[in-house]
């Protein structure tokens, strides 16, 4: 089975936000056109307020920036990450290399935070969640914070909890807002349950493998009527 359709996920949060209801639409979600620039390109920004340069110096920074969506993206959230700090005891912050998931010989879960940090008493992985007007559902936040606990967690225990800053648009809202999610706020699955969605993500690449590009636009006959998980 090839696994190309799944290149251009480039963290666990893109894998998960593909998982939908059934495994055509998971499939359709798979095929679908990714776009060419990605907001979460302005983490570099994030990343550097965290490092210790000050939200101000990353705003004019910012400014900068030739890519109009990463330029608006990074100008948005860098307030609400000073926020963030203004309201936690971050005592350091350190980048980490990604840590790869193998959740079967052909498919693998990039899980790449942004950093771990000291926040009050406890080391936490943080993750900026920098899409505005979408995030995950309920279900597929579940899911990833399965993926966070037994991928990343359970395997560094120096590491407590993780950090989903959500910064996206609150329904009925029409500015960004910081809100702060840890693994308490997930109903964990059980690993029965992550074997079932690692199928599902198995099946439907098999059916996004058997379409050919030029039809790739089109939906893919749902095989069955399955439930999330």
């Given at each position: ?11 666990l949060q ?144 120096d590491y407590?909890?993780?950090h989903w ?65």
């Amino acid at each position: 089975m090839s696994t190309d359709n799944l290149k251009d996920a480039p963290s666990l949060q893109h894998l998960v936000r593909m998982i939908r209801p059934t495994v055509a639409a998971t499939a359709n979600a798979i095929l679908a056109p990714k776009p060419k620039i990605r907001v979460f390109e302005a983490n570099h920004y994030v990343r550097a307020v965290f490092a210790g340069m000050s939200p101000a110096q990353a705003l004019s920074n910012a400014e900068k920036d030739p890519r109009p969506t990463i330029r608006k993206t990074a100008l948005e959230v860098v307030p609400l990450i000073e926020q963030y700090l203004s309201e936690n005891d971050v005592r350091w912050f350190k980048p980490i290399p990604p840590v790869t998931h193998q959740i079967s010989p052909s498919v693998r879960i990039p899980i790449k935070p942004l950093g771990i940090a000291r926040v009050g008493d406890k080391v936490v992985v943080l993750w900026p969640q920098l899409w505005k007007t979408i995030s995950l559902s309920p279900e597929q936040f579940n899911i990833f914070a399965s993926y966070m606990k037994y991928g990343l967690l359970d395997k560094f225990p120096d590491y407590h909890d993780f950090h989903w800053l959500e910064m996206s648009v609150p329904k009925g809202k029409k500015l960004r807002e910081l809100r702060v999610r840890t693994v308490d706020a997930a109903q964990l699955l059980e690993h029965s349950q992550l074997r079932d969605v690692e199928q599902k993500i198995e099946d439907a690449l098999m059916i996004a493998d058997g379409v050919p590009k030029a039809d790739r636009q089109k939906k893919p006959k749902d095989p069955q009527q399955d439930s999330f998980l």
